[in-house]
């Protein structure tokens, strides 16, 4: 297998109010490969988007970057951690963009209505390419046809406010491919759509990666859409990533407590009928009140009391690619006194 | 659009008339006339006025005639562009009005480019900088700046400016200009008078607008496309102005139609204050005098500018708000 073209190693984001501290991403390690799709599926809160938004640098305040490397490797072989640079930095804003795009997950609010989505579209393109302004016009309507927006060269001069939900979905993701990045980073970009749309955005994002050779970050909550687009998955619970492999294995054989349950808990037409779905006991705790140990000790149907609760547990590798971070896999290093 | 445009002017056209029915009835409310007032006033200083002087005075103003007949004669000059005589100054309205408009527009200009010029930036800064230290200072000389009494701080800066630095401040103009015909030299004395009446009208308005301008950034800088545009790789401070910056300012577009009648009365007791030449004392006298043609067409002059002004901003927000021109072609 190729190297990785992103690498994230114990990436630790805090953020601090006044309050005090919230772990949004407490350890979380996982490789991109190069045309590959990694799906990060985990309940709401878990981290998921801050850890996306980490590799960018462009957490919210008082979000920050605490530890951890965030290596980029570029096209000549070098290698950039993004964790160590200042995120204001030019440098950093030629990645964003220029290296990895981003698609978020409201569409109807991600584009501003005050300009035209030729405006916007341009503006990507001419920050990160020395062009004219009627080459970055041109670009813009290639782009809008690339995903798929019919009669681009009317649409460029539409606002967003005036194009549905999927189209506004379709702009954002050519506006993440302006600059033509080799990683895309998808924020749950099929949540705000209805689901013939979904269906659409998915296909839409495959063609292109297929096309261009992109590896794709697909950040969601939705087992199905991991099942169809990922081929490695990273499940994270609470900040940390505690199962990690290819799809197959991840669906057929899942080892962690928490992923069993997140499968068990995907309605399925072979359901006994009138049986009730499956859920995962208890919800995510409060930011503030993390759990001690293993952070999902509480909701876990196996944890064993003296030792979930007290030892966080550490990764378990199962074979060359399938990792797990349970104390049912391999003995805990701080336990093992 | 056009429809649009010609149905907000005839509403305007209905709103002017109404305004001036009712500004010419409140006028009228307060017991007694301006003849009153008249003979009140010089019998304060000792001399008398006949019954028979009151009415022929009460005759010659039509103040004997019914309200109606009053408005009515009183609008159909003003139709034909006289306004009327001024009853206290035996002047015609316009001639009393006269130098006062501009000098009170040039005035309250000054004032209100002061007041954005500084507003604006700080409001911004504060919004980026949330509860950063020179956050919370101009948080503090914002709320001092509301709290403090517009006249208070002009008495204050006059009492400061007279006794450290020997100053004379008032007026717009020096002794020897005052009734001195328009020159160069006339208008440079009225250019140096001009810094301190606008920065002192400008000051309620500015720390206003400060709080206005940052609760509104504060708002925007939440929204997701601020994310958006700082993910595509642009400057932070490009991502600021051009977006959210873009949306906070919207809103000032609709309190235009608020500015013009204040760039045309001014504030009137600091103006009084600061006895400035300008149209707001002149109204307060007018209504202490009871004096109802000047009274009224000052009064007169505030509506219809106060619906030039909503026009003005309901064209200026089509403009610039692309979504208010989408609405329109539905």
Redesign the interface.
Known sequence: MADPILSVRDLVTYFRPEEGVVRAVDGASFDLYPGGTLGIVGESGCGKSVTARSILRIVDRPGEVESGEILLRRDDGGIVDLAKIDPRRREMRAIRGGDIGYVFQEPMSSLSAFYTIGNQLMEAVRLHRAVTTKEARQRAVELLQLVGIPRPEQRVDAYSFELSGGLRQRVMIALALAAEPRILIADEPTTALDVTTQAQILDLIRRIQDERRLAVILITHDMGVIAEMADTVAVMYLGKVVESGPVDAIFHAPRHPYTQALLRSIPSVLAEPRSRLATIAGSIPHPYARPEGCPFHPRCARSIAGVCDRTVPVVTKLDERHEVRCVLYGRPAEAAE | MLAYILRRLWLGLVTVVAISIVSFVIIQLPPGDFVDAYISNLSASGSMVSQQEAQSLRQQYGLDRPVWVQYGKWMTKVIQGDFGMSMEWGRPVTEVIGDRLWLTIVVSIAAIILTWGIALPIGIFSAVRQYSIPDYAFTFVGFAGLAVPNFLLALIIMYFGFTLFDLKIGGLFSAEYQLAPWSYGKVGDLIAHLPLPALVLSLAGTAQLIRIMRANLLDELR???V??????????WRVVL??PV??AL?PFASTIGYLLPFVVSGSIVVSLVLSLPTVGPLLLRALIAQDMFLAGTIVLLLGVLTVIGTFLSDLILMWI???IR?GMHE
């Open positions: 929204r997701p496309y994310t958006t545009a700082r993910a595509r790789g642009l400057a932070e051009k977006y873009r949306a919207n708000d692309p979504r989408a």
